[in-house]
């Protein structure tokens, strides 16, 4: 059974950093990653990273944010900095192995001006 535990969102100032972590468990997963969602809008691809590295970021968050993960704990990270108003989001990690996708509970992610 895959489980997926998210923590690290939170509230903070334009300009400052968070960290989100998803600590997955039950399966071995190729890609991890993070999407958000805006209120009244698709949840949009924020990062990924496989099993190998290779990263994939949405434009808006190039050279802000930077995804990656410890395959020992199974454990992938977001680090975002340069935070702005405009990534108030609710974010939630995506896991995926050879048969499912796999989503987190979600954490808010809030960005004062």
């Known amino acids: 059974q895959v489980q997926l535990v998210e923590s690290g969102g939170g509230l903070v100032q334009a300009g400052g950093s968070l960290r989100l972590s998803c600590a997955a468990s039950?399966?071995?997963?190729?890609?991890m990653g993070w999407y958000r969602h805006f209120p009244g809008k698709e949840r949009e691809m924020v990062a990924s990273?496989?099993?190998?590295?290779?990263?994939n970021y949405a434009a808006s968050v190039r050279n802000r944010f930077t995804v990656s993960r410890d395959n020992a704990k199974n454990t992938v990270y977001l680090q975002m900095n340069s935070l702005k108003p405009e990534d108030t989001a609710v974010y939630y990690c995506?896991?995926?192995?050879?048969?499912?996708?796999?989503w987190g509970q979600g954490t808010q992610v809030t960005v004062s001006s």
């Open positions: 995506n896991v995926r192995n050879i048969w499912a996708a796999y």
């Open positions: 990273i496989s099993s190998v590295g290779t990263t």
């Open positions: 039950g399966s071995t997963f190729t890609t």
